[in-house]
């Protein structure tokens, strides 16, 4: 059974850092064709936040590019997201997710964690 649990979640002040992890558990991170984070604010639909590929390649939203890296860590088997240099925009659930196939629509689904930033 596939199980993602993301962690890192918290409030944090304008300008400053947070490190997420989404925990995966029943598989490889390797065995999916791409894993993501994705973001809901309040009232608005989920978006996009990054994306890795089981090749490494990686894709950013134009608002995050330049801010956030996502990574993997081969050890641990999670996907991680590194956040620097955050804005009050960048409030919302935090979600990770992954894909089987690169065509298809995400398989799996963490519950969540919540990021706040004020300002």
């Known amino acids: 059974q596939v199980q993602l649990v993301e962690s890192g979640g918290g409030l944090v002040q304008a300008g400053g850092s947070l490190r997420l992890s989404c925990a995966v558990s029943?598989?490889?991170?390797?065995?999916?064709?791409?894993m993501g984070w994705y973001r809901q604010a309040p009232g608005k639909q989920r978006e996009l936040v990054a994306t890795i590929t089981s090749g490494g390649s990686t894709n950013y939203a134009d608002s995050v590019k330049g801010r956030f890296t996502i990574s993997r860590d081969n050890a641990k088997n999670t996907v991680n997201l590194q956040m620097n240099s955050l804005k009050a925009e960048d409030t919302g659930v935090y979600y990770c997710?992954?894909?089987?196939?690169?065509?298809?629509?995400?398989?799996?689904w963490g519950q969540g964690t919540q990021v706040t930033v004020s300002s």
């Open positions: 029943g598989r490889s991170t390797f065995s999916f064709s791409a």
């Open positions: 997710g992954a894909k089987l196939k690169q065509w298809r629509e995400y398989d799996y």
